[in-house]
């Protein structure tokens, strides 16, 4: 029999090795995408020493925008060196979601104390301070991402099959490619979710009571730091009701506070009851089955494609479904995933502008996480040696095409950046489904013929394909700087 000291140990010391290792590569790996997340962190430390959510103390690189509303411009923003900010009110204000910078108040605070900044003393916006920032503190949310999923794992599974979820969940997933490139929303919304998760299948799998009040907050947070956390409050409270009645008070007390603090922020900052950039009326469904074509199976947005190990983990919770331990939970993710990918693929810029890969379907990855753990105890109970040795060799086939895809995202600049300025997919969005050159395959091939190396004119734009083709640079990595990475249009 084990010494329960000694697993004690070993896990403590295979989960400070994750955190240390994925860490590391994360830091080290070279591509920063900064774009929607610019001037969060400055946001952080106007709360920090101006005591504001309001940047009227700060000079910026380019003028900002008057908008009547906060929401952020869709596409060709008047100003795309400040997209991001808006003029409200006579406020400065960050016109995506702030609970990003919230959270961070604490990390900031520390790399302030190191001389870190977003800004000089004089008030002048740092860009490379707030890129060193958002890089370190993403690094770390996503190494300790990476941690909560093994150690949820274990759970169900022993210290081999969890570790091997959680290094998969790493680096075979929008975790490498686009989380942990800057602090994207997404970045602080699946750490939480990874809580959450936590959370939930641990008192189904000890059969333990809901903790309902740390249960809200940490979903209160998922929406406050990105609007589709509406969607598991939405799952988690029906599925409360259904199987958790006696902590549906405390939950819905806890959330509903939360929320009235919500609006409370939104009022003072925004002068709205909730800021423009969550009203649903930015869901439009024109187009639903293209866009969902695009979403889940598109070489360069499908999730599908991005990340293959899905269809396994779907296979595994189909194939061994009598064997699932935990059903009820399988559902919740279920439910969650299939509703976050239909509010994507009702979005009219579903294709999530200049970005890597679907990285739009982020938010569910947690989601996922679940299904493999669960969908993994499941394959472990029973199954013929003959499909068990068949179903490892596919899965580590799947994992190894994840890891090689995601692993572009995050190491070349070329994939991430270069093939947006060659395909301006804003403009035209059809090419996410073009097959002769997918993003992640940007740098390793010839591009077609269309493919032009500027914003097209009003002219270009219009038309179905530009008439032009400009010339083209050498299809070697080029050695592009921060300062010259493309700045998309707000998505």
């Given at each position: 029999?084990?010494?329960?000291?000694?697993?004690?140990?070993?896990?403590?010391?295979?989960?400070?090795?994750?955190?240390?290792?994925?860490?590391?590569?994360?830091?080290?790996?070279?591509?920063?995408?900064?774009?929607?997340?610019?001037?969060?962190?400055l946001l952080s430390e106007s709360i920090l020493h101006h005591r504001s959510s309001h940047l009227n103390s700060y000079r910026f690189p380019a003028p900002i925008a008057e908008l009547k509303t906060s929401?952020?411009?869709?596409?060709?923003?008047?100003?795309?060196?400040?997209?991001?900010?808006?003029?409200?009110?006579?406020?400065?204000?960050?016109?995506?979601?702030?609970?990003?910078?919230?959270?961070?108040?604490?990390?900031?605070?520390?790399?302030?104390?190191?001389?870190?900044?977003?800004?000089?003393?004089?008030?002048?916006?740092?860009?490379?301070?707030?890129?060193?920032?958002?890089?370190?503190?993403?690094?770390?949310?996503?190494?300790?991402?990476?941690?909560?999923?093994?150690?949820?794992?274990?759970?169900?599974?022993?210290?081999?099959?969890?570790?091997?979820?959680?290094?998969?969940?790493?680096?075979?997933?929008?975790?490498?490619?686009?989380?942990?490139?800057?602090?994207?929303?997404?970045?602080?919304?699946?750490?939480?979710?990874?809580?959450?998760?936590?959370?939930?299948?641990?008192?189904?799998?000890?059969?333990?009571?809901?903790?309902?009040?740390?249960?809200?907050?940490?979903?209160?947070?998922?929406?406050?730091?990105?609007?589709?956390?509406?969607?598991?409050?939405?799952?988690?409270?029906?599925?409360?009701?259904?199987y958790h009645r006696n902590a549906l008070v405390a939950f819905a007390i806890t959330g509903a506070l939360w929320f009235g603090a919500f609006v409370a922020y939104s009022w003072f900052t925004f002068g709205?009851?909730?800021?423009?950039?969550?009203?649903?009326?930015?869901?439009?469904?024109?187009?639903?089955?293209?866009?969902?074509?695009?979403?889940?199976?598109?070489?360069?947005?499908?999730?599908?494609?991005?990340?293959?190990?899905?269809?396994?983990?779907?296979?595994?919770?189909?194939?061994?479904?009598?064997?699932?331990?935990?059903?009820?939970?399988?559902?919740?993710?279920?439910?969650?995933?299939?509703?976050?990918?239909?509010?994507?693929?009702?979005?009219?810029?579903?294709?999530?502008?200049?970005?890597?890969?679907?990285?739009?379907?982020?938010?569910?990855?947690?989601?996922?996480?679940?299904?493999?753990?669960?969908?993994?105890?499941?394959?472990?109970?029973?199954?013929?040696?003959?499909?068990?040795?068949?179903?490892?060799?596919?899965?580590?086939?799947?994992?190894?095409?994840?890891?090689?895809?995601?692993?572009?995202?995050?190491?070349?600049?070329?994939?991430?950046?270069?093939?947006?300025?060659?395909?301006?997919?804003?403009?035209?969005?059809?090419?996410?489904?073009?097959?002769?050159?997918?993003?992640?395959?940007?740098?390793?091939?010839?591009?077609?013929?269309?493919?032009?190396?500027?914003?097209?004119?009003?002219?270009?734009?219009?038309?179905?394909?530009?008439?032009?083709?400009?010339?083209?640079?050498?299809?070697?990595?080029?050695?592009?700087?921060?300062?010259?990475?493309?700045?998309?249009?707000?998505?």
């Amino acid at each position: 029999m084990t010494n329960p000291s000694v697993v004690r140990r070993t896990r403590f010391l295979v989960t400070v090795g994750l955190f240390a290792f994925t860490y590391l590569v994360f830091s080290v790996s070279p591509v920063i995408d900064s774009s929607d997340s610019a001037y969060s962190i400055l946001l952080s430390e106007s709360i920090l020493h101006h005591r504001s959510s309001h940047l009227n103390s700060y000079r910026f690189p380019a003028p900002i925008a008057e908008l009547k509303t906060s929401t952020p411009p869709t596409l060709d923003p008047a100003n795309p060196a400040t997209y991001e900010l808006g003029r409200v009110n006579g406020n400065i204000v960050y016109c995506f979601p702030n609970g990003s910078s919230v959270l961070s108040l604490p990390f900031v605070a520390i790399l302030n104390a190191l001389s870190v900044h977003a800004a000089t003393s004089d008030g002048i916006y740092n860009k490379p301070g707030e890129l060193l920032i958002e890089k370190t503190l993403s690094a770390l949310l996503m190494a300790l991402l990476t941690c909560v999923v093994f150690r949820t794992a274990l759970l169900l599974l022993n210290v081999e099959a969890s570790a091997v979820i959680a290094l998969g969940l790493a680096f075979g997933t929008q975790v490498w490619s686009t989380a942990s490139r800057s602090l994207w929303s997404h970045t602080w919304f699946i750490t939480l979710g990874g809580v959450a998760v936590a959370v939930i299948l641990r008192a189904e799998s000890e059969d333990r009571k809901i903790p309902s009040i740390f249960l809200a907050t940490i979903l209160s947070w998922m929406y406050l730091v990105r609007p589709t956390g509406a969607i598991p409050i939405l799952c988690v409270t029906i599925y409360l009701l259904v199987y958790h009645r006696n902590a549906l008070v405390a939950f819905a007390i806890t959330g509903a506070l939360w929320f009235g603090a919500f609006v409370a922020y939104s009022w003072f900052t925004f002068g709205e009851l909730i800021p423009g950039y969550y009203l649903a009326s930015r869901l439009q469904f024109h187009g639903l089955s293209t866009a969902l074509a695009g979403v889940l199976i598109s070489p360069s947005r499908g999730l599908l494609v991005y990340v293959p190990t899905i269809v396994f983990i779907l296979y595994w919770i189909v194939r061994y479904w009598n064997q699932l331990p935990c059903r009820k939970v399988v559902v919740l993710a279920l439910a969650i995933v299939a509703l976050h990918i239909v509010s994507v693929a009702g979005y009219p810029n579903w294709w999530g502008g200049g970005s890597y890969g679907p990285r739009l379907s982020t938010d569910i990855l947690p989601w996922f996480a679940l299904m493999a753990i669960v969908g993994c105890a499941g394959a472990r109970k029973s199954s013929p040696l003959i499909f068990s040795r068949l179903e490892l060799l596919a899965v580590s086939a799947l994992l190894g095409l994840s890891i090689a895809i995601n692993a572009r995202g995050a190491l070349s600049v070329y994939a991430h950046h270069v093939w947006n300025l060659e395909m301006v997919i804003d403009h035209h969005p059809k090419r996410a489904f073009d097959w002769s050159y997918p993003q992640f395959a940007a740098g390793l091939i010839k591009p077609p013929g269309y493919v032009i190396w500027r914003y097209p004119t009003p002219q270009q734009s219009s038309a179905s394909e530009p008439s032009k083709t400009l010339p083209r640079a050498s299809h070697r990595e080029p050695s592009l700087s921060l300062a010259t990475a493309p700045r998309e249009a707000a998505r």
